[in-house]
């Protein structure tokens, strides 16, 4: 059985930082994608960041380019996203994501609450 537990959410002042962790278990996805997506309450679910296993490829979604940062470790199969210069509209449920073999995994969500 495939699953994605996260980590790391908590609850933050603006300015500051916090580090998510997704761990992998039942399959390795060293050779596929993953990421992070958020959903704050009333809206709906958007993607964050992606690391493609390939040559390090990364992207981001314009509102945390120059503060988010996706990292890997294909060796632990986990995804990590260092989170820098938090602010109150970052609040939200983050969700680590992972595609393979053209399944969708997602994993149970963890709560980011960024204070003002």
């Known amino acids: 059985q495939v699953q994605l537990v996260e980590s790391g959410g908590g609850l933050v002042q603006a300015g500051g930082s916090l580090r998510l962790s997704c761990a992998a278990s039942?399959?390795?996805?060293?050779?596929?994608?993953m990421g992070w997506f958020r959903q704050a309450p009333g809206k709906e679910r958007e993607f964050v960041a992606i690391?493609?296993?390939?040559?390090?490829?990364?992207n981001y979604a314009d509102s945390v380019k120059g503060r988010f940062t996706i990292s890997r470790d294909n060796a632990k199969n986990m995804v990590y996203l260092q989170m820098n210069s938090l602010q109150p509209e970052d609040t939200a449920v983050y969700y680590c994501?992972?595609?393979?073999?053209?399944?969708?995994?997602w994993g149970q969500g963890t709560q980011v609450t960024v204070s003002s």
């Open positions: 994501h992972a595609a393979a073999d053209g399944i969708q995994y």
């Open positions: 690391s493609y296993w390939s040559r390090g490829g990364t």
């Open positions: 039942g399959r390795t996805f060293s050779t596929y994608p």
